[in-house]
């Protein structure tokens, strides 16, 4: 068998796909998305989403830059910094008089508290991401089936607006397929 097989069936099952001549088969971890976002369901998620950032007004956006400048809090980090603000609690005596423990403790807090929203807020991010990377690619298996059948009606039709549509595709394929080669290069 060559070219691309595709098996696309109900809610609840599994989608099979063989995506070139020499690759494997392989079946994919969910079930054929078939959903709708209500606007009014949309509206609920945006105005949650509003809710959150209403209670995280000192957010901040870094710049590329400014993050590759900051020094990073990875885990081993972090324990660090809750055992030494730790040790600063019960050794106050071994601290200069400039350092205002009142805002470092605040500061550690602010820490601890931030990674328990990141720890909610991941698995939504992630499930949103990955959940748009297989409706999209489950849109470009069919747009490539709907171009297909596009391009044989066209190329039996006479239908002008049909053969101008086919052919603004086709070049914006083209530019696509120009634009990648030239990232890659």
């Known amino acids: ?39 009014e369901d949309k509206t609920a998620i945006k105005t949650g989403i509003d809710a959150v950032k209403a209670k995280l007004p000192f957010m901040v956006n870094l710049t590329p830059e400014e993050r590759h400048k900051l020094r990073k809090l990875g885990a081993n980090r972090m324990s660090y910094a809750s055992d030494a603000n730790l040790a600063a609690n019960s050794n106050q005596k071994a601290l200069p008089a400039s350092l205002d423990l009142n805002a470092y403790n605040g500061k550690v807090k602010l820490m601890d508290d931030l990674k328990e929203v990141y720890a909610w807020l991941t698995p939504l991010y992630e ?50 397929k120009k634009n990648n080669k030239q990232a890659n290069s």
């Open 1 to 39: 068998m060559s070219g691309k097989t595709r098996c696309f069936s109900g809610s609840g099952s599994r989608k099979a796909y063989r995506v070139g001549i020499n690759q494997k088969r392989f079946e994919m971890s969910y079930a054929d998305i078939n959903e709708t976002l209500l606007p």
């Open 127 to 176: 499930g949103v991401e990955s959940t748009l990377m297989a409706v999209g690619a489950e849109v470009m298996k069919l747009t490539d089936d709907v171009y297909g059948h596009l391009k044989v009606e066209a190329k039996k039709s006479k239908d002008q607006n049909l053969n101008a549509i086919v052919k603004n595709i086709a070049d914006q394929l083209k530019q696509h």
